[in-house]
């Protein structure tokens, strides 16, 4: 599993969580899971905002914080809840994969400067997966494109999965969200793929080359290995289409 290290940020996303004086304690529901991450910021004096997004089991998350005025001091706590089972498409179990990617945005101007992005295993669908967010990296520079949009293709292989049913995919690049179902009962193992069309200006700004991108897809025909199976790719057009096999 490649593990990728992006943006210095302290955010635990828990499936519940009690706040106490002098402490935290978190409260699991039934059939849900947690990923933990836990960061410190470093060298940001500047006033920030925070924008953790993650997707796990065909589930997917946004939270944006407030101002955070001093944002070296302490940490970011953001429970985030996981459904074990998505409706019929999948049942989240050990080993399948999961992505969490967090934004700091300038306060000045309400844009991206640095994010962190991370792709790994469950290692407890019942329970806390610790999910490290270590290192910045700035967000790519302007590349002077006129483009109105950005499209990203996700592919998904089945040929060693011909009994395969319904598929959720999901994609997301800039901190934004897509996701369909597909019904591939008569794909008799043939690649199965959809093209999700982003518009090229996020909240965050505008999505440039070099810009990372995730893609996931659920279900539980692809067990085993995983139910739900993430990978990752950089922008390399923003006029053309951008492909990715998501297993």
């Known amino acids: 599993m490649t593990k990728l290290f992006y943006l210095s940020v302290s955010v635990s996303i ?15 529901g039934a059939d849900q899971f947690t990923l933990d991450t836990k960061t410190t910021i470093k060298k940001v004096k ?15 998350k946004t939270t944006i914080t407030g101002l955070i005025d001093n944002p070296t001091n302490g940490t970011i706590n953001i429970p985030v809840t996981f459904d074990q089972v998505n409706d019929v498409i999948v049942t989240a179990g050990y080993h399948d994969e999961y992505f ?67 598929l959720k995919v999901v994609a997301m690049v800039k901190g934004e969200f897509k996701s369909t179902v597909i ?9 199965v793929s959809r093209t999700f069309s982003f518009d090229r200006n996020t909240a965050i700004g505008p999505i440039q080359v070099g810009d990372l991108y995730f893609a996931c897809v659920a279900g539980d025909e692809l067990n085993p290995p995983e139910g739900n199976e993430c990978e990752f790719h950089k922008v390399k057009t923003l006029s053309g289409t951008n492909s990715i096999k998501a297993r």
């Open 14 to 28: 828990v499936v519940a969580m009690s706040i106490l004086i002098g402490g935290q304690v978190y409260v699991y």
């Open 46 to 60: 500047d006033p920030i905002q925070y924008k953790l997004i993650a997707s796990a089991n065909g589930f997917t």
């Open 100 to 166: 969490a990617c967090g934004y700091v945005i300038s306060s000045k101007t309400g844009l991206g400067t640095k994010y962190k992005c991370n792709e790994g295993d469950l290692i407890d669908e019942n329970g806390i997966n610790p999910v490290p967010l270590e290192g910045f990296r700035a967000v790519p520079k302007d590349s002077g494109s006129g483009a109105e949009s950005v499209k990203i293709k996700v592919q998904v292989p089945l040929k060693d999965r011909p009994d395969v049913d319904l």
């Open 183 to 191: 019904d591939a009962e008569n794909a008799n193992g043939k690649t």
